[in-house]
């Protein structure tokens, strides 16, 4: 039984007519057309075997976990045999937005003629899913461990990633129904480390140009009792730091009016609320 297609995004409402939605979709399809002839219905068991491998690549790379990945996948391209995955490659529901440069695919939704992005292939898809994550209101999730699916279940609902009220236990109930969590891994703190770093600076180059339009001049900061600062040495990252004295890494930046993640050698920064 297939299953309902959910997009995950908030869109920009179009103002594309019907007429020229349809003659955009007849692109998009014969540019596709091999693909869309020679397409095979899937079950959700060869869903997740084709696609699992890609799944433990990006949660490799970007610490979400496999389970998470594939059940979203499932969910919202209903096992891949949904409109935009045959068609446009899109396994997520990932509507354009104003960044996105490629091609378009205009399918009902929210509004009529919602625009959906088109993918080259599946592959893109996952890791365009990978990246759009990378926002600031879903940071608080990569500092999760990469196995902790149902902490991401609810961390996305929680977010804003989706409407529908039960999202987080229809997500947990399809990894627990095919035994998803099989394709998490758990990782050392210092590979942890490393990798919330690396996502944390992506993050903050996204956000870099509307955190500069929004900073507005703020007070000093007052200097505190010695107790109550850290001295950055070599090696020290705000993710680490923030492990030691039991803050999150939006509590070390709030303490310290600050706008990114980069420290430096020598700098004082407050520890304690």
């Avoid at 179009?14 to 020679?38: F, H, L």
């Avoid at 893109?124 to 149902?150: A, I, T």
Wanted: positive net charge.
């Amino acid at each position: 039984m297939g299953l309902v297609l959910f997009t995950a995004c908030s869109a920009r409402k179009t103002s594309v007519g019907s007429r020229t939605a349809r003659k955009n979709n007849k692109s998009v399809q014969k540019a596709n057309s091999n693909a869309i002839a020679n397409y095979t219905p899937l079950t959700s068991l060869q869903y997740i075997d084709k696609y699992k491998d890609i799944a433990i690549k990006e949660m490799n790379q970007y610490g979400i976990p496999a389970s998470i990945t594939l059940a979203q996948g499932m969910f919202e391209s209903g096992s891949g045999n949904g409109e935009l995955a045959r068609v446009a490659n899109n396994h997520f529901g990932i509507k354009t937005g104003s960044s996105w440069t490629g091609k378009v695919y205009y399918k009902d939704d929210d509004n009529p003629n919602d625009s959906f992005r088109v993918y080259d292939s599946p592959e893109d898809s996952f890791r365009d899913h990978s990246v759009f994550l990378q926002k600031k209101n879903y940071s608080k999730l990569f500092e999760l461990d990469k196995n902790d699916y149902q902490g991401w279940a609810y961390g996305l609902k929680k977010a804003g990633y989706a409407t529908n009220p039960r999202y987080p236990q229809l997500l947990i109930g399809l990894i627990q129904k095919y035994n998803l969590n099989q394709y998490d891994a758990p990782e050392g703190e210092v590979s942890k480390i490393k990798r919330v770093d690396r996502v944390f600076t992506q993050i903050d180059k996204k956000e870099e140009k509307a955190q500069k339009d929004s900073i507005q001049a703020t007070p000093a900061i007052l200097p505190a009792p010695p107790d109550k600062t850290y001295t950055i040495r070599q090696g020290d990252t705000l993710y680490n730091i923030s492990k030691r004295f039991g803050l999150t890494v939006d509590d070390l930046k709030a303490l310290n009016n600050m706008a990114d993640n980069n420290i430096k050698i020598g700098q004082k920064i407050v520890v304690t609320k």
